[in-house]
């Protein structure tokens, strides 16, 4: 079964560097990749989507991700941080219906932090 | 923004009470899903419906139900609310990828949900 893994449940950044946040899925390679941000005392809104069309997926607010197949990896990346980038953020892992318990599989989620 | 509302937003009652939460799309999507959220365990699946009266299980459908009547609105019932459902609930929609997987999940605005 498909599974996600984001390392780190908090990271916390000054406002202009850069932000690394980790995801890993479970090894057998999945169609689709998702990104998403919750802002506090909303739902989830999503970032970026990775669909096997490009390996470096570009997404909203200069957020981007890439996917690599050998690491099984697709690290969330912004060159600078901004204080509106405080969030908390989820990857996800697209299934197909029925397949699992979750049809999107998510992380448990990083709280971002970003300090002036 | 996609069109998905949640009615109440916010709602405490007290133990043994049954309560109804309610998501209403204007997408047309197929899929609905109703998630539930607690600090530590990130999204968790409660049950899902992929059609007009189709519904089916998540991860953690214990004490709960679901309906669907119509396309636009599906129903999460706490049969007999206790402490341990209180949360924040969220609702998705989506439609499946031609391969049968699930593509972007859009979410609601979420509720919270106080049982005391």
């Known amino acids: 079964a498909q599974s996600v893994t984001q390392l780190g449940s908090h990271v916390s950044v000054s406002e202009g560097a850069l932000v690394l946040l980790r995801c890993n899925y479970s090894?057998?390679?999945?169609?689709?990749l998702f990104w998403y941000v919750q802002y506090p005392n909303q739902g989830l809104q999503l970032l970026l989507k990775y669909t096997s069309a490009a390996t470096l997926v570009k997404g909203i607010n200069g957020f981007e991700a890439e996917f690599k197949k050998s690491e099984t990896s697709f690290h969330l990346t912004k060159p600078s941080a901004h204080m509106s980038d405080a969030a908390e953020y989820f990857c996800?892992?697209?299934?197909?219906?029925?397949?699992?318990?979750?049809?999107?599989?998510f992380g448990k989620g990083t709280k971002l932090s970003v300090k002036p | 923004d996609a069109g998905i509302t949640q009615s109440p937003r916010h709602k405490v009652t007290e133990t043994g009470t049954p309560v109804t939460l309610r998501c209403h799309q204007t997408e047309n999507h197929r899929y609905m899903y109703w998630y539930r959220q607690d600090p530590g365990h990130g999204l968790r699946l409660i049950h899902y419906?992929?059609?007009?009266?189709?519904?089916d299980k998540g991860e953690v459908s214990d004490g709960y139900s679901v309906s669907r009547s119509k396309t636009e609105d599906f129903l999460l019932t706490l049969e007999s609310a206790t402490s341990s459902q209180t949360s924040v609930y969220f609702c998705a929609i989506s439609e499946l990828t031609s391969g049968g997987f699930t593509d972007t999940q859009y979410f609601g605005p979420g509720t919270r949900l106080t049982v005391l």
């Open positions: 090894s057998s390679v999945p169609p689709y």
């Open positions: 996800a892992v697209s299934v197909k219906l029925g397949g699992s318990q979750g049809n999107l599989i």
């Open positions: 419906s992929y059609g007009v009266k189709d519904t």
